[in-house]
């Protein structure tokens, strides 16, 4: 296995489709990872003083905020994954809590083609498809952004 | 009469005489003492300065005694602490939201210690160094503190020194 989480939590992460890029550190998260911040944890968490969340979006775990959010470091929604080139794409995931789509986790694609994800407070890993980090934890994909690659 | 008792080496049978001041010197004192006394700075030479400069003062046996217990008892609650934090790394596995990291079970029985948790989650925080943890809700729930500034929000390391500064005139760990 490629990180050091339960594989029933990912259960879609493989040897073959995933390489660990970085060691466990907590300091930041895929939300971040995914807009280039290794710096933050970006969370719309309701109270302040816990974690980052871009001033004047608000503070919901929606999909919509989430969107917003990326909005302010220049990503708009797209149709799908397709590698273009000069152009940089996130993958949001979510799962239905209590009949409620809550986003879980981001990805970011790399120049590659690939796609690389940084697993909550654990590992940075590279993996060959958007979707491979599904699973219980996370929920699909659900949503894609793009922006032009700087 | 002044006695000094170090971490590790508090001894009940020096606390018998009446109108005797203990002054703790000690990392590991508990964070009830904070409540019960000014929180001085502990200099690396406290024997070079004055009795008041380097702990708290206790004028009688009930209250070392009373301390004393909390001696004890802070050894094995920092047991439970470290159990917990394990629990919490194990439960919250990949999870990013913070929502569900700080409802994990494990992280709501560290906030379920009460004001006893705070020195030892200071403690955890500051042994994080420059990897520190998410205890910023446990402490603003456990302190009714906030001393996070707006644009430090989310940088953990910035965070967690606010908070360690914040702390240190306020409580011992």
Redesign the interface.
Known sequence: MC?S??PS??PHLTDFNCVKTSEQ???Y????WAAGDA?????P?P???????PRGVPRK?TIDAFIAAYATVGFHECGDGTMESGIEKIVIFAKTTRGIL?P??AARQLDSGEWTS?????EDIRHTTADAPRGP??GEPVCYLARLRE | MRQTICAGEPNPERFNEMSTTIVVQSPMAPPSLAEWGKRWHLSESPEQQEPEDVGWSFETPAEVAYQYDLFERHGVESEEFQELVEGW?IE????????E??LCAAYQAIIGMGPRAIPLILAQMEAEGE????W??AL?VLTKA?P?K?ED?????K?ARAWLEWARWRYVW
């Not at chain 1, 109270?47 to 969340?53: I, L, Q």
Request: glycine fraction near 8%; aromatic fraction near 20%.
């Open positions: 990180g989480w339960s939590d990912h550190d907590a300091i998260n895929c939300i971040a710096t933050r944890w970006w969370w968490f109270y302040r003083g816990v974690s980052y969340w775990e809550i879980t986790h940084k697993m909550g407070p654990l934890l996370y | 790394h919250r596995g990949t999870r990013s939201s913070t929502t990291i700080v990897h520190p943890d998410q910023f809700w603003q906030d996070v707006e929000e989310g940088n953990f390391r965070m």
